[in-house]
Nanobody, 123 residues
Framework: QVQLVESGGGLVQAGGSLRLSCKAS????????MGWFRQAPGKERESVAA???????YYADSVKGRFAVSRDNAKNTVYLQMNSLNSEDTAVYYC?????????????????WGQGTQVTVSS
């Protein structure tokens, strides 16, 4: 089984940056699509970004040009660099893994989830 643990969340001022990390254990994540989801208060969980080992990435329209997802297969770790943060980015961010590229960009059905890390952007 694969376990995912997120870190790097916290409080940041609008316009600032933050980098989230997701460490996988139990099995290597090499070659497996990985992604990030988020859920804000009163809203549904949504896909934010995803990445294949080849470097192909996906981003939600709301974060394009501001967020960047990357992975280090040797360390079994995925990152999410978040820049130009605003209040709309306040949410709990979840790391995810799935063998299906389509799922890691949508709802992650049949995949793995991390516990989540809180990101709060202040005015």
């Amino acid at each position: 089984q694969v376990q995912l643990v997120e870190s790097g969340g916290g409080l940041v001022q609008a316009g600032g940056s933050l980098r989230l990390s997701c460490k996988a254990s139990g099995r290597t994540i090499s070659g497996v699509p990985m992604g990030w989801f988020r859920q804000a208060p009163g809203k549904e969980r949504e896909s934010v970004a995803a990445i294949l080992w080849s470097g192909i990435t996906y981003y939600a329209d709301s974060v394009k040009g501001r967020f960047a997802v990357s992975r280090d297969n040797a360390k079994n770790t995925v990152y999410l660099q978040m820049n130009s943060l605003n209040s709309e980015d306040t949410a709990v961010y979840y790391c995810a893994a799935n063998t299906r590229w389509s799922e890691i960009k949508s709802t992650n059905d049949g995949g793995y989830w991390g516990q989540g890390t809180q990101v709060t952007v202040s005015s």
